[in-house]
């Protein structure tokens, strides 16, 4: 399936606002590659199909997870949300025909991160985060421009964000993106 029948069909599963973050997501996704040497096309991909299977609910996501022998760990039992990343890795092979294992693992990771990711994992990462239509978040304009010139840096900030404000609501912490923030900030030294 090419990326233009990967749309068609991606906006029949999502909400208009998901679809938009979607396609900008697949656009940051390939301008990063371009920066950082990566293949433009697998990052196109990867970016557009990143929310594939967020238009369920946490329920049907958990039943779902389930019922094909995913596993999901006590953290995403209470936090549904987070099962999108792999089950959307799923869905990507299954129902969009992807089989590169780099797509589906920069699709499984981009919302934890993991330690050590390539390049491809780190921009699906990235964009998500950093895409023109999402709302504003803290120190935005310094993390779009950390990653265009220096993607670990931005890794770092985009975690540290994202765990303290985890600490501040009453969503768990996933241990994956406390273990991804832990190897980038040793390994900037």
């Known amino acids: 399936m090419d990326r233009t029948e990967m749309r068609e069909k991606l906006e029949k599963k999502l909400t208009q606002k998901r679809y938009e973050h979607s396609l900008g997501v697949e656009y940051v996704s390939g301008c990063l590659a ?6 433009v096309e697998k990052a196109l991909t990867a970016g557009l199909l990143h ?27 209470k936090n549904p949300e987070l099962l999108h990343a792999k089950l959307g890795a799923y869905y990507a092979r299954t129902k969009y025909g992807v089989t590169d294992e780099n797509i589906l693992s920069a699709i499984e990771f981009h919302t934890t991160g993991k330690p050590d990711m390539n ?40 975690l540290k964000n994202t765990l303290s404000y985890l600490e501040t609501s009453t969503a768990q912490t996933d241990e994956m993106s406390v273990k991804t923030y832990e190897y980038y900030v040793k390994k900037r030294g």
Do not use: Q, W
């Open 51 to 77: 929310d594939c299977a967020k238009c369920l609910t946490g329920d049907e996501k958990i039943a779902r997870c389930t019922k094909l022998g995913l596993p999901v760990s006590d953290v995403e039992k």
């Open 34 to 39: 371009m920066v950082y040497g990566a293949d």
């Open 119 to 158: 390049v491809l994992e780190k921009i699906v990462f990235v964009a998500d985060y950093i895409e023109p239509n999402r709302r504003p978040l803290n120190e935005i304009a310094e993390i779009r421009k950390e990653a265009f010139t220096d993607i670990d840096t931005c890794i770092v900030h985009i």
